[in-house]
């Protein structure tokens, strides 16, 4: 598995974000190399770990790649920010980095990229065979909105509270190629539904949907894409550890034939807003049976669901201990907002979240790992 996380560039005294990412970019890729990059907007900058196969060798590179950019910011007068929004932002016009496949995007949905500054957590897990992919994205789009509440982390944006846990994941659902993918019956059925998608102008490029799981166009894997980027590294490196077990416990289930459920589009969309608002706090339908219950059962079922896979990788603490932390101090939203609450408000926000990688909020310890909720 490895993990593409997107961070934002922040003025070290005004906490606004600034259009300085190529600078910090220029400074670490001398040592970091290809595992640094720019991204969407001049405001982020993004990390890219090398294949790993345990969890604590990508909480190991996280924290080591993290630690490189902030560096190089911190050489640049700037930080980084962890989170799915920027919390402070200048008005102004987007400043919309130098790529053709940016400028596509901007081209064609005009306005609605007006805002669109967004950072996320991508999980990619080694799976060539591209049918079997398609089919674990069936397994696996049930349960994309519990994977949104746990990693929510983008309760303010430009300035403003706006009442959800993931701001992030509410900009990337009004458009029509974000979001969950539709139900495929093979890789050529999925690549049918992405090209005429495309024809109709729902998407830029037909060979590079942007859904939030996909067969990656050049990569032997899957990819998850709908989770916030965490404020802690070792959040990031637990779902990881979640979405290879889903991974992997799908492949098993459609190599035995087992069908994947089927939620309506309609219904699998309004569980995402659902998600987005209320985040750890709130209620879902569950993915394998659409009973609605609190997010923390339905962690807990998760945990139950995917045990096997788990514990062959060696993971079950990990994701015991992310659960026990949810239920201790709930998501990075949570934490977004308490330390909102402290003198300096937003600016406040954003030195905790540009913090040095893995420092747990102020008067939050690390919890240890421990069993979940029960159900």
């Known amino acids: 598995m490895g993990v593409e996380e997107e961070f934002f560039v922040v003025g070290a005294e005004s906490r606004f974000v600034e259009p300085a990412a190529g600078r910090v970019l220029a400074r670490a890729a001398q040592t970091l190399g290809q595992d640094v990059s720019g991204e969407f907007t001049d405001f982020q900058i993004e990390i890219r770990t090398?294949?790993?196969?345990?969890?604590?060798?990508?909480?190991?590179?996280?924290t080591s790649l993290r630690?490189?950019?902030?560096?190089?910011?911190?050489?640049?007068?700037l930080r980084v920010c962890p989170s799915g929004t920027p919390v402070l932002r200048p008005p102004g016009p987007m400043p919309v980095a130098e790529h053709p496949r940016y400028r596509a995007s901007t081209d064609l949905f005009r306005s609605m990229m007006d805002d669109f500054a967004v950072s996320a957590l991508h999980v990619h897990v080694h799976l060539p065979d591209r049918d079997l992919a398609v089919e674990v994205s069936n397994h696996l789009r049930p349960w994309l909105p519990l994977l949104v509440e746990m990693s929510a982390n983008s309760p303010f944006c430009d300035g403003r509270d706006t009442g959800y846990a993931s701001w992030r994941s509410v900009i990337r659902l009004r458009f029509p190629c974000l979001g969950p993918p539709p139900y495929a019956q093979s890789f050529e059925h999925y690549r049918r539904q992405a090209a005429?998608?495309?024809?109709?102008?729902?998407?830029?490029?037909?060979?590079?949907?942007?859904?939030?799981?996909?067969?990656?166009?050049?990569?032997?894997t899957v990819e998850v894409r709908c989770m916030d980027v965490?404020?802690?590294?070792?959040?990031?490196?637990a779902l990881a550890a979640v979405t290879r077990a889903l991974?992997?416990?799908a492949a098993d289930s459609a190599s035995r034939g087992t069908a994947a459920p089927h939620p309506p589009a309609e219904l699998?969309?309004?569980?995402?807003?659902s998600a987005t608002r209320d985040g750890w706090s709130g209620r879902g339908p569950d993915a394998l049976t659409g009973e609605i219950l609190p997010a923390p059962v339905r962690g807990s079922r998760l945990l139950d669901h995917i045990r096997p896979a788990l514990e062959e990788h060696g993971d079950t603490e990990t994701v015991m201990a992310l659960l026990r932390r949810l239920a201790d101090r709930g998501s990075g939203a949570h934490r977004q907002r308490a330390a909102s609450r402290r003198p300096g408000?937003?600016?406040?926000?954003?030195d905790d979240l540009a913090g040095p990688p893995g420092t747990p909020a102020p008067g939050v310890d690390a919890a240890p790992a421990a069993k979940p909720p029960a159900t």
Request: net charge negative; with cysteine.
């Open 50 to 62: 090398p294949p790993c196969t345990d969890v604590s060798q990508l909480h190991r590179e996280l």
């Open 67 to 77: 630690a490189g950019v902030a560096a190089a910011a911190e050489a640049e007068g």
């Open 196 to 220: 005429a998608i495309a024809d109709v102008g729902g998407m830029p490029f037909a060979d590079l949907p942007f859904w939030d799981i996909r067969p990656h166009p050049h990569l032997p």
């Open 230 to 237: 965490p404020a802690d590294p070792a959040d990031s490196a």
């Open 247 to 249: 991974v992997t416990t």
């Open 268 to 273: 699998l969309r309004c569980a995402y807003w």
């Open 345 to 350: 408000g937003l600016a406040a926000v954003v």
